[in-house]
């Protein structure tokens, strides 16, 4: 078996209440590595097309990437995968902590969840042992009550534990899965399609070592690795140390400053991903007041944009906070002792979640956002789509779409934490305007009408990022061409402007047609370019790196790969490897009818009409002729989505034509 793989993935039926091993195919590791990769070629070949996301013949696989449980740097991340019911189409989560490792030493390279118990139940694996047990008391606890009490209940404090809250068990379609407290996998609806199955809890450990092919070659990477990594800059901690300056004048310091691998890693270690919060809304990256407002404009640094600052999030750190095998530690766990907004023991909010309460909403208040970050992750709440939602609910009361008497009295006015604070409370409890809201801003602006739909920020139905595509068109670009839309993904990371990646564009299959981004001036280069960056993003992924470890470093993924394979291959073999995954998620799309040309920005993130204020003031992006390049050179339909037959045959899925595939019996 190849090194890194355990070689099967468990198969849990909740309506038959019984569970059974099954190998994977030795090619299958070959060509779709692992994590979403491995979830993506089971769930293509084993769940029927059409099934009801939350019906029981869906499937819920929870993934470690290939490199989980070896010890290499930063391969700590476990995804989520499934039928999104946010979308329609494909989902995957990624998410940090110590499960992933937990997975493997439980002896799988994957755990896939299908059927719908009648009760309410939590599933523990322990090696070869499997139970299914009642969670019928477990049932309206938020996911920090619910690992103390699984760890209590079976006296195993080893176990890996992720779960839902309340948002869950309700099936809001923003509910992610969650573990340790605030470790969350959220962003396609997952914590929906876990709560229909009546799944609570899925609790994991075991005392099996991953296999390596090459023991002491990789140790001796990681040992260099980290000698490297180990060592700061003076760039970097002048940087960390006058970061206050260097946000408060974003204009005036070269954007590539931190953009820089050893600024970067300083930042991070001193004030986590938001570290940048405060520049980006000067820079015009970090959207504010509904992706309407103008930077420091509206969201000036003197009492706003540095109050919801890094530096100012510091004041409430209390330790520091490591994913498994992670050298960076960028996490933190925060305290908020007295006052209203008491917070005990919380994983605290990074750059996403920061931004979405923060600017987007137009709040200054740090210690609400706190609490709130706390609040959704105990109910198992996407913090960052939450954001989004409550300034589209702003935006709505502002204009008058809606008013006092459907938010229960409160004023939704821009900034008015208090209002904030309760009306997640009623999104996490489905209660009045928080029914509609609790599914999603499309959902929602179907339901108000009255216009609204102008200024519901998202694509495909799931809501945009923290990051504005007219400061960066190739982030619009992902936003419509990732099979999960709304995702940063061609530039999430290794983003080009972050770690300054360059392809061998020879070895790698050479140039397509130019691509050129449009609005800002930023940067082009060929769709070829743009596509081959994507592939090395999925590959990073379904290894189980973190994309922040790429972000600071060079990773010798290429080398690690081999010596915990032992598969001696070049950069080419591993590239094709994420052209595959990002094919054959595609392929589901493209199979559940979902169709490119349906999945477009908001008029307002494309600039239409343009801002007359702040950074981004008359830009306008292009992402029709963007969209028209990338399909070409990625060798997509632009109308039903599938890959070209060419295509389909060079990456050796054929079974993925029209037509074509059959279905295998890996689910019951």
Known sequence: MTGGCMGEVLVVNLSDCDSEKQEVPEDVYRDFIGGYGLGAWYIYRGQPKGVDPMGDKAVLGFLPGLLGGTSVPFSGRFMIAGKSPLT?????????????PAIKAAGYDGIFVTGVSPDPVYVVIRGKKVEIKSASHLWGKDTVETEEIIRRETGDPRLR?????PAGEKRSLLSGVVTEGGKSASGSGLGAVMGSKGLKALAVSGR????????????????HYLDGYGRSSYLGRAAARRIRILSSLPRFVPSRLWRKAPVLKELLRAYGTAAWTTAAVGLGDCPVGNFAG???????FNGRAGAVSGWELER????RYHCHDCPLGCGGIYVLEEGPYAVEQSLGPGYRALAALGPDCMCSDLKAILYMNDLLNRAC???????VVLSFAMECFEKGVISTADTGGLELTWGNSRAMVEMARKMIRREGLGEILADGVDRAALSLGKGCEEWAMSAGGNELAMHDPRR???VGLSYVVEPVPGRVGIYGAPRAEVQELEFDMEEAGGLAPEFTGGGGGEREGSGRALALRNHWSRLLDCSGLCRLGAATSELPLVEWLNAVTGWDRDFAFYLEAGERIDAIRQCFNAREGIRPENIGLPNRARGVPPLEKGPLAGVTIDIESSLHAYHEAIEYDPEKGWPSERKLRRLGMVWCLPGKGQRMQFFR
């Open 161 to 165: 534990v992720a779960c839902i809250g």
């Open 316 to 319: 409430y750190r209390v330790r």
């Open 472 to 474: 960066d068109p190739a």
């Open 88 to 100: 329609g189409g494909w989902g995957d989560s990624n998410g940090g902590g110590h499960l992933s």
């Open 208 to 223: 099996r070592e991953t296999p390596l092919a090459r023991a002491l070659e990789l140790g001796e990477l990681n040992r």
């Open 294 to 300: 103008g930077g420091f404009v509206d969201f000036p």
């Open 381 to 387: 709440m996407d913090v960052e789509a939450a954001g």
